[in-house]
């Protein structure tokens, strides 16, 4: 178990990239969060704002575990034609699901669609993604904490931190203790 980025490098990261939203759209912008790993990411980042923001939300599903193929379970309730839209990820892996909705949502007449992912995992990517707002890399590890989760524990850490997923199978609450003791 290791810390990747502590609260201190999420809150510098996170105001970063909001300044670089912001300076990219001074008429305002529309935020979109995939449920639920983005929550927690879109919530500090729309804080650190400084234009006018509308705040919508996806959710997706995969068909099978495995097969890279997804659903739409939660659709925007915004209608972003015309509108600026920065689609918001907890982290990017191979690209598959980002490349999937950024098909959906340009689909939808948006005057411009970008990505802004917190964090970016290059090594696993299969599709060939560009992220605008980028904000750390990590390699191969199995990553909780600020929205990540393991079967939907861990998802409150105020930090990223890298855990064996082995272990984890095995006894989904291993580093409990350890996680939330600091």
Known sequence: MKVLVGASQLRSEVGRLGAEVSAAYPGGVVMVAVLKGGVWFLADLVRELSVP?????LAVSSYSQGSGRVRLIKDLDIDITGLDVVLVEDIVDTGLTLSYLLAELGRRGPASLEVCALLDR???RIVPTSLRFRGVGIGEEFVVGYG???AE???NLDRIVAVERAALQLDPDVHVNALYSG
């Open 122 to 124: 290059q090594a696993h």
């Open 53 to 57: 923001c509308q705040v919508d939300f």
């Open 148 to 150: 990540l989760d393991y």
């Open 153 to 155: 524990r861990f998802r």
